[in-house]
């Protein structure tokens, strides 16, 4: 069994200080590079990135907040980048996603034309464990298609943070349900 991190959007726009922040991503950020320093159990890591250049109607003057939302990590930006707090140097794919149409899931994006499926299965991949921002939404999207595509599915719920209570706990219960393995506790505001 070989097994890969999936590292969801812990980009600066994401985290405190960001266009569409969520609290405690600075802090997720840091304790995934203190997981990577620690070495893990995995054989790979690649990373997703919001990557939008011009995405319709996902951005919104006026954002709904489900289906629309501010403007956010914009190519050229600085809110694009990955937070300071996260150490790529373990990286070895970053998967851009959403250049123009709305993108949840790391399985939408490509790196260098790959997509994060069959980048995974030419490693013999078979499991993943998927960490970052956000709980309800990137990370949901992301460990979903995981389990769509047959990995054997983890999010390490410590390792992300969710943007609302109600929200997030609707995603973990989708998520349970579609057989992905929970561990730990998502760092959510306001719970």
């Known amino acids: 069994m070989t097994r890969a ?26 304790q995934i590079s203190a997981a990577l320093a620690a070495g893990g159990r995995w054989d790979h890591v690649v990373a997703t990135q919001d990557h939008h250049i011009d995405p319709g109607a996902h951005f919104a003057e006026h954002p709904d907040y489900v289906s629309t939302w501010p403007v956010h990590c914009v190519v050229g930006t600085g809110g694009i980048g990955f937070h300071p707090n996260l150490d790529i140097s373990r990286v070895e794919a970053i998967f851009e996603k959403g250049s123009y149409q709305a993108a949840y899931s790391g399985f939408e994006g490509a790196a260098d034309g790959e997509g994060l499926a069959d980048w995974l299965r030419e490693r ?43 929200t997030t706990e609707s995603a973990l219960v989708e998520l349970r349900e579609a057989g992905v393995t929970l561990v730990g506790e998502p760092v959510v505001a306001g719970s």
């Open 5 to 30: 991190l999936i590292v969801v959007d812990v980009q600066n726009d994401f985290c405190e200080g960001g266009s569409l922040a969520v609290a405690g991503g600075a802090g997720v950020a840091k």
């Open 124 to 166: 013999d991949v078979t499991e993943v464990d998927v960490v970052g921002i956000a709980t309800d939404h990137c990370v949901r999207a992301t460990a979903l298609d995981a389990v769509r595509a047959g990995f054997v599915t983890t999010v390490l719920l410590d390792l992300t943070a969710g943007v609302m209570p109600a």
